[in-house]
């Protein structure tokens, strides 16, 4: 069964205070790995997917990358608009598509 | 383009009372799924839809839980008779159809589900 774990539950910080938030993950086979970032009362929001060990893929000041067994999402010089929670998710090779999620960290950034 | 869209976005029912839950896919998503975050737990898979036939519904927790996607455009989740642990937020989203079957999921804002 393909699982998921995300660490820390929560992290604040300091705006600018560069930090990394950890996922990781067994399956099988992966076919992808999958970050989202939610908001209150919203849906999750499509970050990134990440497909082999040692990919990386950045977007402002958010970059992903992946090993065999875990990814990371480093934020650098975080603003208060950053604050959200950050999910992370796998989805395994085979017949089905669906993504098994971890319960996600939430990330405060004090101004 | 316009997202997912779900309705309601909050449903307050008693135990034992009918709730559906309706979900309208991005257009030309073939791929159409629910999951569901019950509080303090992580988001989990319900069922996925490829168009209007059911391929995975293997999340769904009993048979008190109906899922339609008549003409493989909108869909319903229906819960009948709720019960008390059915509360949580439901989350409907959707994909295009690929050749690698790896585009990213959608999601809708989500039904937040209380039953009293």
């Known amino acids: 069964e393909d699982q998921v774990t995300q660490s820390p539950e929560a992290l604040r910080l300091q705006e600018g205070e560069s930090s990394s938030l950890n996922c990781s993950y067994t399956?099988?086979?992966?076919?992808?790995l999958f970050w989202y970032r939610q908001d209150p009362g919203k849906g999750p929001e499509f970050l990134f997917t990440?497909?082999?060990a040692g990919e990386e893929k950045e977007k402002e000041r958010l970059k992903a990358t992946l090993t065999k067994k875990e990814s990371f999402l480093h934020i650098t010089a975080p603003k208060p608009e950053d604050s959200a929670t950050y999910l992370c998710?796998?989805?395994?090779?085979?017949?089905?598509?669906?993504?098994?999620f971890g319960k996600g960290i939430t990330l405060s950034v004090r101004p | 383009e316009a997202g997912v869209t779900q309705f309601p976005s909050h449903s307050v029912i008693e135990k034992g009372q009918t709730v559906t839950l309706r979900c309208d896919p991005i257009?030309?998503?073939?791929?159409l799924y629910w999951y569901r975050r019950v509080m303090g737990k992580e988001i989990k898979f319900l069922l996925h839809?490829?168009?209007?036939?059911?391929?995975?519904e293997s999340g769904m927790p009993n048979n008190r839980f109906l899922a339609e996607r008549t003409g493989g455009t909108y869909s319903t989740l229906k819960v009948q008779p709720a019960e008390l642990e059915d509360s949580g937020v439901y989350f409907c989203?959707?994909?295009?159809?690929?050749?690698?079957?790896?585009?990213?999921?959608?999601f809708g804002n989500g039904t937040r589900l209380t039953v009293t």
């Open positions: 257009s030309g998503h073939d791929n």
């Open positions: 998710a796998v989805r395994s090779t085979g017949a089905n598509s669906k993504l098994t």
């Open positions: 399956v099988s086979g992966l076919r992808g």
């Open positions: 990440l497909y082999s």
């Open positions: 989203a959707s994909s295009r159809q690929t050749g690698t079957g790896n585009s990213p999921l959608h």
């Open positions: 839809f490829v168009k209007e036939s059911k391929q995975d």
